[in-house]
């Protein structure tokens, strides 16, 4: 492709020169950290815009705090804290923590169960001289910004994978996606200047939910079969109407480039170097969102289409991220750990320029005051230690192949079961989900009834016939607008192929016999 960008193993190679270099990471109890401390150099780029312009009150008035800057003393030897409410490890009722699990490559649950490794966690194992993080450090307090364990692995983690192009980009663990989001919302807009988001037309129902309490409207742009179509929203940011709208033109976009959550639409790399262009256009700041960035897959029904067998041949399959493309810093991702590891470890992080990551990190010490130490421990235990980074992309690359049969599956069902007369689909090319789009203008009450109406009729003759669907309606950007088409959203993340071919089967007949 057009896009070139190292090879992720030298890359690799690279970082564990320089860990080799700069010897065993030491950083105790809420020792501070930022991107600097472990990229590599970032000769020849240039640095970030300035976004003062973009950021809300609430943001420009928050400070550091206090507390939190005082830890940086701690580090000084011969020191005898009174300052800081932090616990003596002593006191924490955890000695050690055990996990089972998989040894690269063998990611399956039988050879877990067979060949796992079991590695343990324990409260002193820095000053035991058995690893650079501990529970001792891990159950403490720490900085907003996460541990410096993982902020290491992080950044290095983005180095591989997104290369930006500017120099002084940053990352910044966060408790989710979901988290995140309120809280770079809440950053960039103000409801006090009626500021509002501009996002795909159907787009992710949480972080709607998220947004309009904060009194900013969201509104949508029209997508295709690759999300965003960049001229459509251009004509809509240029022929803005503040006094119709009731908000003034948005300064912000939400996105879900990959594997778009509720229409499965993937932006391929010429799409995102549009959008970016209209971004620039209207000055724009982007959200990218990106929890189903590793699920990307062959496309379906391509027996021909090579699988990645190496490290090196996965990342180059990827489509590329905003941040890889983004030579103003006017990008946020938003990355995660939910898809591709476990939801319930609430850990993630966001990428964004210096500035904006010093601004959330303001947010941060004052909401969730950084992720879980818990998560933090035992994933930097799976990730750093066992794995490393080339494991790591080995289990993304396992991770690609179980969501590529899935979506077959699931696939397959839809062939086999539904109207095609009436239903219609795209095969994604990442993600958990298949919009399934339903032609009403072939409905015998078509223009007699509200599509909301036969929307609901079909959704509860699902649940009378033993299958749940996720209603297109649920999905909208501007909710309180009518409903336009009829469509409904199914996952293949969590139900067996076989259970899911009863489920479209029974989708199917409820489909049928609201149209006879």
Same mark, same amino acid.
């Given at each position: 492709?057009?896009?070139?960008?190292?090879?992720?193993?030298?890359? @690799?190679?690279?970082?564990?020169?320089?860990? #080799?270099?700069?010897? !065993?990471?030491?950083?105790?109890?809420?020792?501070?950290? *930022?991107?600097?401390?472990?990229?590599?150099?970032?000769?020849?780029? &240039? *640095?970030?815009?300035?976004?003062? +312009?973009?950021?809300?009150?609430?943001?420009?008035?928050?400070?550091?705090?206090?507390?939190?800057?005082?830890?940086?003393?701690?580090?000084?030897?011969?020191?005898?804290?009174?300052?800081?409410? @932090?616990?003596?490890?002593?006191?924490?009722?955890?000695?050690?923590?055990?996990?089972?699990?998989?040894?690269?490559?063998?990611? =399956?649950?039988?050879?877990?169960?067979?060949?796992?490794?079991?590695?343990?966690?324990? !409260?002193?194992?820095?000053?035991?001289? !058995?690893?650079?993080?501990?529970?001792? @450090?891990?159950?403490?307090?720490?900085?907003?910004?996460?541990?410096?364990?993982?902020?290491?692995?992080?950044?290095?983690?983005?180095? $591989?994978?997104? /290369?930006?192009?500017?120099?002084?980009?940053?990352?910044?663990?966060? @408790?989710?996606?979901?988290?995140?989001?309120?809280?770079?919302?809440?950053?960039?807009?103000?409801?006090?200047?009626?500021?509002?988001?501009?996002?795909?037309?159907?787009?992710?129902?949480?972080?709607?939910?998220?947004?309009?309490?904060?009194?900013?409207?969201? %509104?949508?742009?029209?997508?295709?079969?690759?999300?965003?179509?960049?001229?459509?929203?251009?004509?809509?940011?240029? +022929?803005?109407?503040?006094?119709?709208?009731?908000?003034?033109?948005?300064?912000?976009?939400?996105?879900?480039?990959?594997? /778009? *959550?509720?229409?499965?639409?993937?932006?391929?790399?010429?799409?995102?170097?549009?959008?970016?262009?209209?971004? /620039? !256009?209207?000055?724009?700041?982007? $959200?990218?969102?990106?929890?189903?960035?590793?699920? /990307?897959?062959?496309?379906?029904?391509?027996?021909?289409?090579?699988?990645?067998?190496?490290?090196?041949?996965?990342?180059?399959?990827?489509?590329?991220?905003?941040?890889?493309?983004?030579?103003?810093?006017?990008?946020?991702?938003?990355?995660?750990?939910?898809?591709?590891?476990?939801?319930?470890?609430?850990?993630?992080?966001?990428?964004?320029?210096?500035?904006?990551?010093?601004?959330?990190?303001?947010?941060?010490?004052?909401?969730?005051?950084?992720?879980?130490? %818990?998560?933090?421990? $035992?994933?930097?235990?799976?990730?750093?230690?066992?794995?490393?980074?080339?494991?790591?992309?080995?289990?993304?690359?396992?991770?690609?192949?179980?969501?590529?049969?899935?979506?077959?599956?699931?696939?397959?069902?839809?062939?086999?079961?539904?109207?095609?007369?009436?239903?219609?689909?795209? &095969? &994604?090319?990442?993600?958990?989900?298949?919009?399934?789009?339903?032609?009403?203008?072939?409905?015998?009450?078509?223009?007699?009834?509200?599509?909301?109406?036969?929307?609901?009729?079909?959704?509860?003759?699902? $649940?009378?016939?033993?299958?749940?669907? #996720?209603?297109?309606?649920?999905?909208?950007?501007?909710?309180?607008?009518?409903?336009?088409?009829?469509? %409904?959203?199914?996952?293949?993340?969590?139900?067996?192929?076989? +259970?899911?071919?009863?489920?479209?089967?029974?989708?199917?007949?409820?489909?049928?016999? =609201?149209?006879?």
């Amino acid at each position: 492709m057009a896009y070139s960008q190292l090879h992720a193993t030298k890359i @690799i190679r690279e970082i564990q020169k320089r860990r #080799a270099e700069a010897g !065993k990471l030491v950083a105790g109890v809420a020792a501070a950290s *930022n991107s600097d401390m472990f990229k590599g150099p970032q000769n020849g780029k &240039p *640095n970030a815009k300035r976004w003062d +312009n973009h950021l809300s009150e609430e943001s420009k008035h928050r400070q550091p705090c206090a507390l939190k800057k005082a830890a940086k003393f701690l580090k000084k030897p011969g020191l005898v804290s009174l300052g800081g409410g @932090i616990p003596s490890s002593k006191v924490f009722p955890f000695a050690e923590l055990s996990m089972k699990v998989p040894v690269v490559p063998d990611f =399956s649950e039988d050879a877990t169960a067979q060949s796992g490794v079991k590695e343990t966690i324990g !409260k002193y194992d820095i000053q035991d001289g !058995k690893a650079e993080y501990d529970l001792s @450090i891990a159950l403490n307090y720490g900085q907003a910004t996460g541990s410096a364990q993982m902020i290491r692995f992080l950044t290095e983690h983005t180095e $591989i994978v997104c /290369q930006p192009p500017y120099a002084d980009w940053a990352v910044c663990q966060t @408790i989710g996606s979901t988290g995140a989001l309120e809280q770079a919302v809440r950053m960039f807009c103000d409801k006090n200047r009626r500021d509002s988001i501009i996002t795909e037309e159907f787009s992710f129902s949480s972080a709607m939910e998220t947004i309009e309490p904060l009194g900013v409207r969201t %509104f949508g742009t029209p997508i295709d079969s690759e999300g965003i179509v960049p001229e459509a929203m251009d004509e809509v940011l240029s +022929n803005w109407d503040e006094s119709a709208r009731g908000s003034r033109k948005p300064h912000v976009l939400y996105t879900v480039p990959t594997g /778009q *959550n509720p229409t499965g639409a993937t932006q391929g790399i010429e799409r995102r170097r549009a959008v970016y262009a209209v971004a /620039q !256009k209207h000055d724009l700041f982007i $959200i990218e969102d990106e929890p189903y960035y590793f699920l /990307q897959m062959e496309p379906y029904g391509n027996d021909n289409a090579e699988t990645p067998a190496t490290v090196d041949e996965f990342v180059a399959s990827l489509v590329p991220s905003y941040v890889s493309i983004d030579k103003d810093g006017r990008v946020m991702r938003l990355d995660s750990f939910s898809k591709v590891l476990a939801p319930g470890s609430r850990l993630g992080w966001v990428v964004a320029s210096q500035q904006l990551i010093e601004r959330y990190q303001r947010h941060a010490e004052v909401a969730s005051q950084g992720p879980s130490g %818990f998560s933090q421990v $035992i994933l930097h235990k799976l990730l750093d230690e066992t794995w490393g980074h080339e494991g790591y992309l080995k289990w993304l690359m396992a991770m690609r192949t179980e969501y590529t049969q899935k979506r077959n599956a699931l696939i397959t069902s839809c062939e086999k079961h539904l109207p095609r007369e009436l239903v219609s689909w795209t &095969p &994604p090319a990442a993600g958990m989900f298949v919009w399934l789009t339903v032609d009403h203008t072939k409905h015998p009450d078509h223009g007699k009834r509200r599509l909301e109406e036969i929307e609901q009729e079909i959704f509860d003759a699902c $649940i009378d016939a033993g299958v749940l669907v #996720a209603r297109g309606s649920w999905f909208r950007a501007e909710p309180h607008a009518p409903l336009s088409g009829l469509c %409904f959203r199914a996952t293949y993340a969590m139900a067996t192929p076989e +259970n899911m071919d009863v489920a479209i089967s029974r989708f199917g007949k409820a489909v049928r016999r =609201s149209f006879t």
